[in-house]
């Protein structure tokens, strides 16, 4: 899915998700590029959108190939970016 230029997801695919103490960018991907814990002001542990190759990520997603990704938002639920991925069959 990384179709950008040099491997890196546009980032307008990312969204922001937190805790008022951190927070991570996420990949419509599955991947968390960028996040520093336990507070805003600590070191990277995933720097991937700096750094491909030695910022690092995590990512979740099915293994099986022949998915797509969108992004949810729900503006008063307690969690809004909710990355969902589907299969060919459905969810």
Known sequence: MRTAVGGYLPIAEHGLIGDLHTAALVGTDGTI???CSPRFDSPSVFAAILDRV???YWRIAPAAPGWTSKQLYFPRHQHPHH????RRRGR
């Open 54 to 56: 030695r910022g690092g």
């Open 83 to 86: 990355p969902v991925s589907q």
């Open 33 to 35: 590029d960028w996040y």
